[in-house]
């Protein structure tokens, strides 16, 4: 396929969807499919069946929408008149869906209730990677295609040398999502600088977050651009070979990644001579097994590998030397989501979202004591309140705010007091916390600062590779003196011993779970020593999740 | 499948029918191995198709796959429980899996885990006397959204407490005979290309 090609398959694509007279859009990210999203997707296929011929009529599969927990989602587009979004569609309801849109007139439909695309979870959030999610089939290349999808790989082959690439994305100031926030154009070229007589380009898709779920429904609602993204930085890199690893959780994602995977090889998107060039690049997929330090970059590569994922120290990076010693660029999956945007509409464009350090947009998952969970995409710099009280809609049953984690077992507790702060790389690590991969959990007064720090620390310790020392043996001491400060046997001599082995840790573990496994912990002490204090000399616990001895 | 002894597999494809004599025992993972060209990288494949294909990973199968990708055997059992995935003991015949993630763990999600820990007296990670049950704990389906979540057999239910928990369990373990938990699921993932 060649660029006209691929503009035409655009164009066929466009036409057939404009055939319909009605199309009903299924949301078949995980949440809503496990809500009995799939049952619904059936009856309405059912429902369709010989009403108007059944021919002008599309039922079809799509990217997640956003608000996961009012799934499953329906969305009936019919062109000239206004979009409905169906909230917790059932089986019982589609045929009077159906009815209302194919012959009565909208208004009939009163069963499930409608989800407003005016409400500030929609009106405050800036989709661009997210951005045709929820109009994309994800197991049809064409349906991506239609959305301008592989044009942006098409620029950069004919229009761009690897050069210009990687200066594209500098400019657009993209920094990596996976959690540090590397500027992903400088990773770009040193992967391009280094020597070597092959290269490869790497997706993290391991996330391991446990709270998160942004990368999971990127790569089964929009798999290609994910491709897409990988292809452009092969180009840039010089590398021919990819691989996607997906966290071994995700046999959805990795299903669609593989058919979309397929489905690029046979339109001549991926595989040799790609859109008519010469450049050639192929992806596979490896599975995660379960640990979470794969998603450390050297232990990635070993269990790529087939070996124990075991971190190695830095340097060299892999960038110098990765995949069986060849030079490997590895970004998150989001980071490479960003990427078609970036050489399509041009990194100045991409600059225009963001704070002065921290471009563009950053996706999260919303999640915990707040009334609209879901999957959300925000400009960075937007503040913690906007998140949580806008578009979040604040705290269900009249609670209060309490904290909010970001960053998972590697991140910590933004208190109620610094609700407006920015979303940005630089102030949240002033606070103690980072903005992680993307999962945002909110809490409210029924959660206890220090079994929250329990929480994560045993994490750690569960999934301390055990190679390290510190990381090994320090989280075991962590978890058993936070038990003790749970269950009123502490003294402030604890609390000191504890605080002791969080700069233990920072210092000298091996790699970045060790590293930053006291996070949590730091953060809390900072934020809620009184409930610490309470702890340890009231033999209280404010939120009574502990129990204490009498 | 894999990348690095591409090469190597070329030449050795005449040895590798040679080398799977596992017996029909292992055939199914013979022909992943074989698919896979034999590589030594593709160690956590092959051990995941056995997993999905067996239900757990025994010491015959784990020599097996070591003599047959040319790897030490103690290379393979390190792999092999290295990751939460694989399971060197067998299961029960239905599997409780309770998340624990983070957004589960604040809607309450240990008292989950601890009342059914209790009610079917089995700690989490471990089977039930009976081989009816195995509990165990997940950080994050990626569901969220729908905190707290359970899968039960596979399937994944959202909004739990701990009495809808129990329910469906009780429910799908009632009419299970004793000791049916030897030949566990048999799923046939294993030919999928991944
Ligand atoms: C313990 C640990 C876990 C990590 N988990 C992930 C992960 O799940 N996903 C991810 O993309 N990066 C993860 N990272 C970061 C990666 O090592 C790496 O920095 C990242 O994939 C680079 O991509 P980026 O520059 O696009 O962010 C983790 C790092 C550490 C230390
Ligand atoms: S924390 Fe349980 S599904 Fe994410």
Same mark, same amino acid.
């Given at each position: 396929?060649?660029?006209?090609?691929?503009?035409?398959?655009?164009?066929?694509?466009?036409?057939?969807?404009?055939?319909?007279?009605?199309?009903?859009?299924?949301?078949?990210?995980?949440?809503?499919?496990?809500?009995?999203?799939?049952?619904?997707?059936?009856?309405?296929?059912?429902?369709?069946?010989?009403?108007?011929?059944?021919?002008?009529?599309?039922?079809?599969?799509?990217?997640?929408?956003?608000?996961?927990?009012?799934?499953?989602?329906?969305?009936?587009?019919?062109?000239?008149?206004?979009?409905?979004?169906?909230?917790?569609?059932?089986?019982?309801?589609?045929?009077?869906?159906?009815?209302?849109?194919?012959?009565?007139?909208?208004?009939?439909?009163?069963?499930?209730?409608?989800?407003?695309?005016?409400?500030?979870?929609?009106?405050?959030?800036?989709?661009?990677?997210?951005?045709?999610?929820?109009?994309?089939?994800?197991?049809?290349?064409?349906?991506?295609?239609?959305?301008?999808?592989?044009?942006?790989?098409?620029?950069?082959?004919?229009?761009?040398?690897?050069?210009?690439?990687?200066?594209?994305?500098?400019?657009?100031?993209?920094?990596?999502?996976?959690?540090?926030?590397?500027?992903?154009?400088?990773? %770009?070229?040193?992967?391009?600088?280094?020597?070597?007589?092959?290269?490869?380009?790497?997706?993290?898709?391991?996330?391991?977050?446990?709270?998160?779920?942004?990368?999971?429904?990127?790569?089964?609602?929009?798999?290609?651009?994910?491709?897409?993204?990988?292809?452009?930085?092969?180009?840039?890199?010089?590398?021919?070979?990819?691989?996607?690893?997906?966290?071994?959780?995700?046999?959805?994602?990795?299903?669609?990644?593989?058919?979309?995977?397929?489905?690029?090889?046979?339109?001549?998107?991926?595989?040799?001579?790609?859109?008519?060039?010469?450049?050639?690049?192929?992806?596979?997929?490896?599975?995660?097994?379960?640990?979470?330090?794969?998603?450390?970059?050297?232990?990635?590569?070993?269990?790529?590998?087939?070996?124990?994922?075991?971190?190695?120290?830095?340097?060299?990076?892999?960038?110098?030397?990765?995949? %069986?010693?060849?030079?490997?660029?590895?970004?998150?999956?989001?980071?490479?989501?960003?990427?078609?945007?970036?050489?399509?509409?041009?990194?100045?464009?991409?600059?225009? %979202?963001?704070?002065?350090?921290?471009?563009?947009?950053?996706?999260?998952?919303?999640?915990?004591?707040?009334?609209?969970?879901?999957?959300?995409?925000?400009?960075?710099?937007?503040?913690?309140?906007?998140?949580?009280?806008?578009?979040?809609?604040?705290?269900?049953?009249?609670?209060?705010?309490?904290?909010?984690?970001?960053?998972?077992?590697?991140?910590?507790?933004?208190?109620?007091?610094?609700?407006?702060?920015?979303?940005?790389?630089?102030?949240?690590?002033?606070?103690?916390?980072?903005?992680?991969?993307?999962?945002?959990?909110?809490?409210?007064?029924?959660?206890?600062?220090?079994?929250?720090?329990?929480?994560?620390?045993?994490?750690?310790?569960?999934?301390?590779?055990?190679?390290?020392?510190?990381?090994?043996?320090?989280?075991?001491?962590?978890?058993?003196?936070?038990?003790?400060?749970?269950?009123?046997?502490?003294?402030?001599?604890?609390?000191?011993?504890?605080?002791?082995?969080?700069?233990?840790?920072?210092?000298?573990?091996?790699?970045?779970?060790?590293?930053?496994?006291?996070?949590?912990?730091?953060?809390?002490?900072?934020?809620?020593?009184?409930?610490?204090?309470?702890?340890?000399?009231?033999?209280?616990?404010?939120?009574?999740?502990?129990?204490?001895?009498? | 499948?894999?990348?690095?002894?591409?090469?190597?597999?070329?030449?050795?494809?005449?040895?590798?029918?040679?080398?799977?004599?596992?017996?029909?025992?292992?055939?199914?993972?013979?022909?992943?191995?074989?698919?896979?060209?034999?590589?030594?990288?593709?160690?956590?494949?092959?051990?995941?198709?056995?997993?999905?294909?067996?239900?757990?990973?025994?010491?015959?199968?784990?020599?097996?796959?070591?003599?047959?990708?040319?790897?030490?055997?103690?290379?393979?059992?390190?792999?092999?429980?290295?990751?939460?995935?694989?399971?060197?003991?067998?299961?029960?015949?239905?599997?409780?899996?309770?998340?624990?993630?983070?957004?589960?763990?604040?809607?309450?999600?240990?008292?989950?885990?601890?009342?059914?820990?209790?009610?079917?007296?089995?700690?989490?990670?471990?089977?039930?006397?009976?081989?009816?049950?195995?509990?165990?704990?997940?950080?994050?389906?990626?569901?969220?959204?729908?905190?707290?979540?359970?899968?039960?057999?596979?399937?994944?239910?959202?909004?739990?407490?701990?009495?809808?928990?129990?329910?469906?369990?009780?429910?799908?373990?009632?009419?299970?005979?004793?000791?049916?938990?030897?030949?566990?699921?048999?799923?046939?993932?294993?030919?999928?290309?991944?």
């Amino acid at each position: 396929m060649n660029r006209e090609e691929l503009e035409s398959l655009a164009l066929g694509e466009r036409e057939r969807a404009s055939r319909f007279s009605c199309r009903f859009l299924c949301c078949a990210g995980t949440p809503c499919l496990s809500a009995g999203g799939a049952a619904v997707r059936k009856a309405l296929e059912k429902a369709v069946e010989g009403k108007n011929g059944n021919s002008s009529v599309e039922v079809m599969g799509t990217g997640c929408v956003g608000p996961c927990s009012r799934g499953p989602l329906v969305t009936v587009v019919t062109p000239g008149e206004e979009e409905h979004t169906y909230e917790k569609v059932t089986p019982q309801a589609v045929p009077e869906i159906v009815e209302a849109h194919l012959e009565k007139g909208v208004e009939a439909a009163s069963v499930p209730s409608t989800v407003s695309r005016d409400s500030s979870f929609f009106t405050k959030q800036q989709k661009i990677v997210l951005e045709t999610s929820e109009r994309i089939d994800p197991e049809r290349l064409e349906s991506y295609v239609a959305q301008g999808g592989y044009s942006a790989l098409a620029r950069a082959l004919e229009d761009m040398t690897p050069e210009e690439v990687c200066e594209e994305l500098v400019t657009s100031g993209l920094r990596g999502r996976g959690g540090a926030g590397y500027p992903t154009g400088i990773k %770009w070229k040193q992967v391009r600088g280094a020597q070597g007589e092959r290269k490869f380009v790497v997706a993290n898709g391991d996330e391991g977050d446990p709270g998160a779920y942004m990368d999971r429904t990127l790569m089964e609602s929009d798999p290609h651009r994910i491709l897409e993204g990988m292809a452009i930085a092969a180009y840039a890199v010089g590398a021919e070979q990819g691989f996607v690893y997906v966290r071994g959780e995700y046999p959805l994602a990795a299903e669609r990644l593989g058919k979309a995977i397929r489905a690029a090889e046979r339109q001549g998107l991926l595989g040799d001579d790609i859109l008519g060039s010469s450049f050639s690049f192929r992806i596979r997929i490896r599975m995660g097994a379960g640990a979470f330090v794969c998603g450390e970059e050297t232990a990635l590569m070993a269990s790529i590998m087939g070996r124990r994922g075991q971190p190695v120290p830095r340097p060299p990076y892999p960038a110098q030397r990765g995949l %069986w010693n060849a030079p490997t660029l590895i970004n998150n999956v989001e980071t490479f989501g960003s990427v078609p945007p970036v050489i399509s509409r041009g990194g100045d464009w991409y600059s225009r %979202w963001g704070t002065d350090k921290s471009k563009g947009t950053k996706i999260f998952a919303l999640a915990g004591k707040v009334c609209q969970t879901g999957l959300i995409e925000v400009p960075m710099g937007i503040t913690l309140r906007e998140i949580v009280f806008d578009i979040g809609g604040g705290i269900p049953g009249g609670g209060a705010f309490k904290a909010a984690q970001t960053g998972g077992p590697s991140g910590g507790c933004i208190p109620a007091s610094h609700l407006d702060t920015p979303m940005d790389y630089e102030s949240l690590q002033e606070l103690g916390s980072i903005i992680g991969s993307g999962g945002l959990i909110v809490m409210d007064e029924s959660s206890c600062m220090v079994d929250v720090a329990r929480f994560f620390m045993e994490f750690c310790m569960d999934e301390s590779c055990g190679k390290c020392t510190p990381c090994r043996s320090g989280t075991v001491q962590m978890v058993r003196l936070l038990e003790k400060i749970k269950g009123g046997r502490a003294s402030a001599h604890d609390l000191e011993k504890l605080e002791e082995l969080c700069e233990l840790l920072k210092a000298t573990s091996l790699c970045g779970l060790g590293q930053t496994a006291p996070n949590p912990v730091l953060s809390t002490i900072r934020h809620f020593r009184h409930e610490y204090e309470a702890h340890i000399e009231d033999r209280h616990c404010p939120a009574g999740v502990c129990s204490m001895p009498h | 499948m894999n990348f690095s002894a591409q090469k190597e597999s070329v030449s050795s494809s005449a040895q590798n029918e040679a080398r799977s004599d596992g017996g029909s025992r292992f055939k199914k993972i013979d022909r992943v191995m074989k698919r896979h060209g034999f590589q030594q990288d593709a160690l956590i494949e092959v051990l995941t198709s056995a997993q999905e294909s067996y239900g757990l990973l025994d010491e015959e199968l784990l020599a097996h796959v070591a003599q047959n990708l040319r790897l030490p055997l103690s290379w393979v059992y390190g792999v092999a429980t290295f990751y939460h995935f694989f399971s060197l003991a067998p299961k029960g015949s239905h599997q409780c899996v309770v998340c624990v993630g983070t957004a589960c763990y604040v809607e309450g999600a240990d008292q989950i885990q601890k009342d059914l820990e209790e009610r079917f007296q089995v700690s989490s990670g471990s089977t039930t006397a009976d081989g009816r049950l195995t509990l165990s704990r997940a950080r994050c389906l990626g569901s969220c959204g729908l905190a707290p979540v359970v899968v039960l057999d596979g399937e994944l239910m959202g909004q739990q407490t701990s009495r809808s928990a129990i329910a469906a369990i009780e429910d799908a373990i009632k009419d299970e005979p004793e000791e049916s938990h030897q030949e566990a699921e048999v799923t046939g993932s294993a030919e999928e290309e991944p």
